[in-house]
């Protein structure tokens, strides 16, 4: 299952001013589309929906991995039209994002996602500071307490299946994606925002938008790598648990677990990128509850802790060490169970295997061990 994301750019933003819609603009040197699709993509969300008007269908320079959707007359009816395109059997989360949002940081997304292991919906926002009043034409006719009042900003993340049976149900004209969640009777979590997450709504914005963009690309971003070895030794049984898949063969692993050395070591590399130790250290041995225990549970663990950090798993590569079983025949399908409990895409994540030319323990044939890398790339 992947979490997914929904670009709604078919608004015209004439507000902004200028001689074309504001999300084809330029901004930097670049539109102010090209800006948001890009942080959406290095978010490592997939796939992703780009919602146009009708006239900008063909519009040049999007990303080939991008898919085109025409919206629709009002910004749920465009977010309808995307959410068309998604199979909730794929898609568990989806993340709705204004086009006008370029800046957004990736620690904004991150906090999102992570939400959405434990709620149905998410969404940023940031505490209202500044006194309120209210105004009759040019005149305070009031004022308004600012208690709990919060500014909203996207991506708004949700639950795909019941977002989709929200919008069926709503009547239109909500605000944003929240507004519909509620009213459907979804409980919306709060994760903080971000002041650099601007919206570009008036001209002067985009001198705004342009300092934050020049602010973020002057930092340096923080690249993790952390490995994981690990072995477990053959006991009688038939067929071993490795990276996920079951593989026939006239001997088990041994060990607590399951003794997926795979996963373990590939659970180890992320936990090491985040100086967060190892498997022992987050579900001992000692403790009889993980006697017998799915791997997954420790990768999805280390997976969800990396998200908290603001980190995002930009790639895994695992190698397993064996003279038998012969792993080739399953790698497709351990890549894609390890892409399923990671919510990563395929093809970032590498399963392999070689011999240790008859040497050693597992020449011997008396075990399996296993070596990984991850690479953790900040949000």
């Known amino acids: 299952m992947t979490d997914a994301a929904i670009i709604v750019a078919a608004g015209r933003g004439t507000r902004a001013k200028g001689q074309t819609a504001k999300q084809w603009q330029m901004l930097g040197g670049r539109r102010v589309a090209d800006w948001t699709i890009d942080a959406i993509q290095r978010a490592g969300l997939s796939p992703i929906i780009v919602v146009l008007h009708p006239d900008d269908m063909a519009v040049s320079g999007l990303p080939k991995e991008v898919i085109r959707v025409a919206g629709g007359a009002s910004r749920d009816a465009s977010v309808r039209a995307g959410l068309a395109e998604l199979d909730p059997a794929v898609v568990r989360n989806v993340l709705i994002h204004d086009v006008a949002r370029p800046c957004v940081p990736l620690s904004v997304v991150a906090a ?70 509620r009213a459907a009777g979804m409980s919306v979590r709060i994760v903080a925002g971000h002041e650099d997450n601007l919206k570009i709504t008036l001209p002067e914005d985009f001198a705004r938008a342009e300092a934050i963009l020049n602010r973020q690309q002057d ?23 490795l990276c996920g898949i079951k593989v026939p063969h006239d001997k088990a692993l041994k060990g607590h677990s399951d003794a997926d050395v795979g996963m ?5 590399a992320i936990y090491g990128a985040l100086a967060e130790g190892d498997i022992g250290r987050h579900f001992p041995p000692s403790d009889p509850q993980w006697k017998g225990a799915e791997s997954h549970i420790f990768l999805a663990h280390a997976v969800a802790l990396a998200k908290t950090k603001g980190y995002r798993i930009s790639n895994i590569d695992c190698t397993l060490i064996c003279e038998q079983p012969k792993v080739g025949p399953h790698a497709s399908a351990m890549q894609a169970r390890m892409a399923d409990i990671t919510g990563m895409q395929a093809d970032r994540i590498s399963i392999k295997a070689t011999t240790s030319e008859k040497l050693g ?18 949000a």
């Open 112 to 181: 999102v996602r992570a939400a959405l292991d434990h709620s149905e919906a998410a969404a940023p926002g940031l505490a209202v500071t500044d006194a309120l009043w209210r105004a009759d034409d040019d005149h305070v006719s009031g004022v308004q307490s600012r208690e709990g009042l919060l500014r909203a900003q996207t991506p708004q993340g949700f639950r795909l299946a019941p977002l989709i049976a929200a919008h069926a149900a709503h009547p239109g004209g909500a605000a944003d994606d929240v507004e519909v969640a």
């Open 219 to 241: 930092r340096s971003m923080d690249i993790r790598l952390g490995n994981g070895f690990d072995v477990h030794a053959f006991e009688p049984g038939d067929g071993c648990w």
């Open 264 to 268: 373990h070591a590939v659970t180890d």
């Open 361 to 378: 323990f597992t020449g011997r044939e008396e075990g399996i061990a296993a070596i990984a890398t991850a690479t953790l790339i900040s």
